[in-house]
């Protein structure tokens, strides 16, 4: 077997593939005794057959190949296995939520309670209030199935938190001096970064504690996973904006309703919530440049369809157009605390562009209804497709921590959850492919043009600039 945590391995007929494999305690902890899972004890899980995963079962990262495509990538499947490495007894388990909301974080806080506490016996699980930075409080909050129950019903995180704070020292010396041996850390990809910070120092001090984490991202912009948590319940609310925005245009003189969604690097909801309304003209994503003056431009698309039907729906994501707002402002990139780039607000910005155009050209008087649903869709309690979803990810993350594994994050890929290297979630960002059938299946749906100006089309550039960015 091939060492850094790549695998070589092969099944009956001699197929082979390629297993990025997770670390697992007993890499530097080789003694550490092993104990049969309570689960098999267990009258609810006892009478399902198969309900162990197989230590070799794995799950493949692509499902479409051809006869020359190398040896395919599987990640270590997710459950519970027929070996244990912590005693029920003896756990001391934590869970942190960092970074912005999402709906979903009080499920997954809920089920990571009670899946410790009915499938495992484990009755000592605390969290940790405020993100990352709440490791240096002096108090925990003790956390119970009967404390959490209702919880899920409710949006936000019920242990609150917050950006950045992230010190790798001092978050470990707290996990040590609690005795804390098991960490559930809910956050997106800056957060998973600072997750494996923490087991990279955890294993070089020879720690019995399994780190797993959990992806959270709205955007939807995490590699490898099929999706995200709270990404169904994003797109399902975005709806009601996208509705008042068409009942505003629709019942106004050439009106135009304006929504802004979430997306700072990252097209989907954007673009799933405009594929599911029918009723956007025109979606406008950070994968997709567009320009606003000249042939082939925003405003000319605009200017034709309130011509045409008298009214018009523009759905942007928050990080579309970027370099057009910068360059009008003459700014440049900042970033949050948890090092993210600050985005201006494009709402705001292409609102005023497009009033001043109109304005100017005098042809058409416009009425333009600007709407920000941002923190109504943060916010929100999960829907129900959602619900299930992180059920089932605290399970995965449950299951793999109680069997030694550490260094992780989960996640469905390919429709089976797995266990995947957290320098596979945090190496890139997931982001819209705009030679797609998905995303052509957008522009047939809206009818709005490429917005890619003839001449790049052509591939050249005017005196060596984009003219996506300077039209």
Known sequence: MACNGVNGDSIGNGFHYVLEDVPHLTDYLPDLPGYPNPLQDNPAYSAVKQYFVNVDDAVAQNVVVQNNSPRGTHFRRAGPRQKVF?????????????????????????????????????????????????????????????????????????????????????????IQHRGINQVYILGGDGTQKGAAAIFEEIKRRGLKVAVAGIPKTIDNDIPVIDKSFGFDTAVEEAQRAISAAHVESESNDNCIGLVKLMGRNSGFIAMYATLASRDVDCCLIPESPFYLEGEGGLFEYIEHCIEEQGHMVIVIAEGAGQELILKSMHKLDEQDASGNKLHQDVGLWISQQIK????????????????????MIRAVPSIASDNIFCTLLAHSAIHGA???????????????????????????????????????????????????????MGGEEENGKNPQLNG
């Not at 410790?116 to 409080?137: C, D, N, P």
């Not at 155009?357 to 709407?371: A, V």
């Not at 390919?414 to 190496?427: C, D, K, L, Q, S």
Request: charged letters at 20%; proline letters at 5%; hydrophobic letters at 30%.
């Open 356 to 375: 001043d155009y109109f304005k100017k050209k005098k042809k058409i008087t416009i009425n333009l209804k600007y709407i920000d649903p941002t923190y």
């Open 86 to 174: 912590f005693e029920s007894d003896e756990v001391h388990a934590c869970i942190v939520t960092c970074g912005g909301l999402c709906p979903g974080l009080n499920t997954v806080i809920r089920e990571i309670v009670c899946g410790l506490y009915h499938m495992y016996g484990v009755r000592t699980v605390v969290g940790i209030e405020g993100g990352y930075k709440g490791f240096y409080a002096r108090n925990t909050i003790p956390l119970t199935p009967k404390m959490v129950n209702n919880i899920h019903k409710r949006g936000g995180t019920i242990l609150g938190t917050s950006r950045g704070g992230h010190n790798t020292t001092k978050i470990v010396d707290s």
């Open 402 to 456: 109680m069997a030694g594994y550490t260094g992780f994050t989960v996640g469905p890929v390919n429709g089976r959850h797995a266990y995947i290297p957290f320098n596979r979630i945090i190496e890139r960002q997931n982001k819209v492919v705009i030679t797609d059938r998905m995303w052509a299946r957008l522009l047939s749906s809206t009818n709005q043009p490429s917005f890619l100006h003839p001449k790049h």
